[in-house]
């Protein structure tokens, strides 16, 4: 089993900026692409930003592209996503997720997920 516990989220201005962590605990971990996804009220799971285990490959929503960075530290433990320019239609719950293999933009590819960290951008 693999946990993921995400972090960082709160209330920001538009044009602010977040970053938001997710830190994977359990098994051995080796392998694994991690992906951030987010869900707005009313509206379904949509995928934002996804990292292979390298971390030599990324993909982003277009939606994000240019304002969102994801990453993963050197031990490959703990992912990132450093969101700028954030808008309020930025505004939902944002889990992390792992899979073993390849990246993926989507969620029903991911074996594990966190919590979710709430991220409000007030206008």
């Known amino acids: 089993q693999v946990q993921l516990v995400e972090s960082g989220g709160g209330l920001v201005q538009a044009g602010g900026s977040l970053r938001l962590s997710c830190v994977a605990s359990g098994r051995t971990f080796g392998g694994y692409a991690m992906g951030w996804f987010r869900q707005a009220p009313g509206k379904e799971r949509e995928f934002v930003a996804t990292?292979?285990?390298?971390?030599?490959?990324?993909y982003y929503a277009d939606s994000v592209k240019g304002r969102f960075t994801i990453s993963r530290d050197t031990a490959k433990i703990t992912v990132y996503l450093q969101m700028n320019s954030l808008k309020p239609e930025d505004t939902a719950v944002y889990y992390c997720?792992?899979?073993?293999?390849?990246?993926?933009?989507?969620?029903?590819?991911?074996?594990?997920w966190g919590q979710g960290t709430q991220v409000t951008v007030s206008s």
């Open positions: 997720a792992a899979r073993y293999g390849s990246t993926s933009t989507t969620s029903l590819r991911y074996e594990y």
């Open positions: 990292i292979s285990w390298s971390g030599g490959i990324t």
